[in-house]
């Protein structure tokens, strides 16, 4: 982990020696996890509110991975996407009206993974430029409906001229990236950061699943 990250996690966490007057975070109450602790889970596409088209199925494509490191099974996100699709629920907002009992029935998940991606993209300046990605997720149980945990995670990451001094260069370099930039999406890099930040947060991330061997315990 190079210093940048270092210093994006420990801002994002709201660390007493990066950020002064920092509220702290209450412990998360997990009284309705413990009594429907999932095993499975199903994620559903996210709800969209940035500007970036590209963004529901680039997010979409990081939130596997630490979901099962938490040890949980994770439906596969593709053929989900495509199974729904083929039934009449072409985009993330019908997916998201979909009946849990139903969801439960033709998966067989206890538990449903809802997202909204309230931010994603890069903003340019002169010589520099920011990705930001800013996500919320509600876990439901599907049995009874019941809210079993949610959270929120936003990263941030920012890159910049190289600094020499001489403007023609710096303005050379900071188009040379935009460039880039425009062709990759930095955004995909940044959304594992913000899954990291929210479901691994202390004290109020997701609890491990079954397939961990610290099953039951908050990260």
């Avoid at 997010?59 to 439906?75: D, I, K, M, R």
């Avoid at 998940?109 to 509600?138: C, M, N, P, R």
């Avoid at 995670?153 to 935009?178: H, P």
């Avoid at 397939?211 to 908050?218: D, I, Q, T």
Wanted: hydrophobic share 40%.
């Amino acid at each position: 982990m190079n210093l940048r990250t270092a210093r994006l996690i420990a801002a994002a966490l709201c660390a007493p020696w990066v950020l002064s007057g920092c509220k702290t975070v209450q412990p998360y109450d997990y009284t309705n996890f413990r009594a429907h602790p999932p095993r499975s889970i199903l994620v559903l596409p996210p709800l969209n509110e940035s500007t970036a088209v590209q963004g529901t199925y680039s997010y979409l494509s990081t939130v596997t991975q630490p979901l099962a490191e938490l040890g949980y099974y994770v439906f596969p996100v593709e053929i989900v996407d495509q199974f729904l699709k083929e039934n009449g629920m072409p985009t993330a907002g019908e997916m998201h009206q979909v009946p849990l009992a139903k969801a439960a029935e033709i998966f067989g998940a206890d538990s449903i993974l809802f997202v909204t991606l309230k931010k994603y993209g890069s903003q340019y300046q002169v010589i520099s430029s920011t990705t930001t990605v800013s996500a919320e997720a509600k876990l439901v149980d599907t049995r009874t409906g019941s809210l079993l945990w949610e959270g929120k995670g936003l990263a941030q990451q920012g890159s910049s001229g190289s600094g020499t001094g001489n403007i023609i260069a710096d303005l050379v370099a900071a188009a040379v990236s935009q460039a880039i930039n425009s062709k990759t999406d930095p955004g995909h890099q940044v959304s594992q950061l913000a899954n990291q930040l929210m479901f691994f947060k202390k004290d109020a991330g997701l609890p491990f699943g079954p397939y961990n061997p610290k099953y039951g315990k908050a990260p």
